[in-house]
């Protein structure tokens, strides 16, 4: 009993120096990769799949975490729609498409792919709701996403969300009239 103690410990000694070495390989052959430059970067080739996985799960959780104390206001106020409308067609459209138009060079070119927000969404819808606010006005990194935060206030940010909500049930005539802006409301305030 008495010898075994200090076999055993040595035997854990050895483990931990093991897994300290293959940690340390490891760490150096990833930096060696990130400096061999052979990871493709361009947007035209999609990510392989350990990539894939890494940044979507990131985003993903990122999203979810911080926009759940988001507070949901009233969003069926018809005057919100109006100029919600208006300013999606101005500034989101061409990436995030309208009804009748399946396709631009953003929604084929950029990489991620902006989603078409003609098509509804799936999940909680309260959740969905407060999850398009935040990434509105924060953007999200390393994609074609912008925050508009810093350019447009939470009331022009929530006009918009109101329009996301009904814009899949939109015929593309009903599209033109709700977005089309009228004379005193041209231009930006
Ligand atoms: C230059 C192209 C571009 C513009 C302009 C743009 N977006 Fe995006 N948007 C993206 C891309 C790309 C993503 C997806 C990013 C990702 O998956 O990481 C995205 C994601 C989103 C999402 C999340 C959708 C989902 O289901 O995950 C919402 C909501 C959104 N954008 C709304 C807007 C609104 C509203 C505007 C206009 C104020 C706008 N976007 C303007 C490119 C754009």
């Known amino acids: 009993m008495g010898a075994a ?21 490891a760490t150096g052959g990833l930096i060696a990769f990130v400096y061999s430059g052979t990871y493709p970067m361009g947007a035209d080739e999609p990510h392989t799949r350990v990539t894939h996985w890494l940044l979507e799960t990131l985003r993903e959780k990122s999203i979810a975490r911080a926009s759940r104390n988001v507070q949901l206001p009233e969003l069926k106020d018809p005057e919100l729609l ?19 138009v399946t396709e631009s060079d953003f929604s084929l070119g950029l990489y991620p792919a902006p989603p078409d927000l003609t098509k509804p969404g799936s999940g909680d819808p309260q959740q969905h709701v407060r999850q398009q606010f935040w990434i509105i006005k924060h953007g999200i990194k ?10 447009h206030d939470d009331g022009r940010i929530w006009a918009m969300v109101a329009f996301l909500q009904k814009l899949p049930d939109l015929t ?3 599209y033109q009239i709700i977005t089309a802006r009228d004379e005193e409301d041209s231009g930006h305030h």
């Not at 300013?87 to 009748?100: S, T």
């Not at 390393?142 to 350019?151: F, I, K, L, Y």
Request: proline residues 9%.
């Open 5 to 25: 103690a200090p076999v055993f410990w040595r035997n854990i000694l050895k483990a931990i120096k093991s897994l300290l070495f293959i940690a340390l390989i």
């Open 82 to 100: 109006l100029s919600g409308g208006a300013d999606y067609n101005d500034m989101c459209a061409g990436c995030h498409l309208k009804p009748g």
């Open 142 to 151: 390393a994609s074609g996403m912008p925050a508009w935060g810093p350019t």
């Open 172 to 174: 593309p005539q009903q």
